[in-house]
């Protein structure tokens, strides 16, 4: 079946530092991938998107680019801040579905 | 434009009572789901609802949980009675359209603690 596999938390980075969180999935066809993030006391919110191979989603300095050969959608940032501690979260739409699989989240606690 | 609304935020229960949570999609979506995050885990599928039917509710763990959508508005996540493995985190969200790779909107989520 399809699956979502994040690399565990926590994340500790100093400020400024480069950060990169594994993704990787199981799926058939040609899923959408995800990433969301949940600030502490709020909601999950979309961070970006790729529906199709090679295709790199961005947002807020954020990128991830849909790798097919390696079923990868790594999260990259090069400076993070400390309003980045967050729990991110890779997800995946199967091709013709609306269910979305979530990995299990990754905590980033970024210091000053 | 309001996003998804869920209520309420917190809530903090006795095994065996019942615990009621509503959500209130985005306006004009027809579609709404719920997930669940329990501790730790990954946040898994329960149901989803077009309009007021239920298209899917694989997700949903057992029988002590039930969802409705009366008239296609706002839902309900009825769990009765509580168990202790039920505590968790359950978000709702919503969509315009039901295909894959289409955005969804999730709330807040309400933070659900049975002791």
């Known amino acids: 079946g399809n699956s979502v596999t994040q690399m565990e938390g926590p994340v500790t980075l100093s400020e400024e530092a480069f950060l990169t969180i594994n993704c990787t999935y199981t799926?058939?066809?040609?899923?959408?991938l995800f990433w969301y993030v949940q600030y502490p006391g709020e909601g999950l919110q979309l961070l970006l998107k790729a529906t199709k191979a090679d295709d790199k989603g961005s947002n807020k300095g954020f990128e991830a680019t849909y790798r097919k050969e390696t079923t990868s959608f790594h999260l990259e940032k090069g400076s993070v801040q400390v309003s980045d501690s967050a729990v991110y979260f890779c997800?995946?739409?199967?091709?013709?579905?609306?269910?979305?699989?979530f990995g299990t989240g990754t905590r980033l606690k970024v210091l000053a | 434009e309001a996003g998804v609304t869920q209520f309420p935020s917190h809530s903090v229960i006795e095994k065996g009572q019942t615990v009621t949570l509503r959500c209130d999609p985005i306006?004009?979506?027809?579609?709404l789901y719920w997930y669940r995050r329990v501790m730790g885990k990954e946040i898994k599928f329960l149901l989803h609802?077009?309009?007021?039917?239920?298209?899917?509710e694989s997700g949903m763990p057992n029988n002590r949980f039930l969802a409705e959508r009366t008239g296609g508005t706002y839902s309900t996540l009825k769990v009765q009675p509580a168990e202790l493995e039920d505590s968790g985190v359950y978000f709702c969200?919503?969509?315009?359209?039901?295909?894959?790779?289409?955005?969804?909107?999730f709330g807040e989520g309400s933070w659900l603690t049975v002791v």
């Open positions: 969200a919503s969509s315009q359209r039901d295909v894959g790779g289409s955005t969804i909107y």
């Open positions: 306006s004009g979506h027809d579609n």
């Open positions: 997800a995946l739409s199967a091709t013709g579905t609306y269910k979305y699989i």
């Open positions: 799926a058939t066809g040609y899923p959408s």
């Open positions: 609802f077009v309009k007021e039917s239920k298209q899917d």
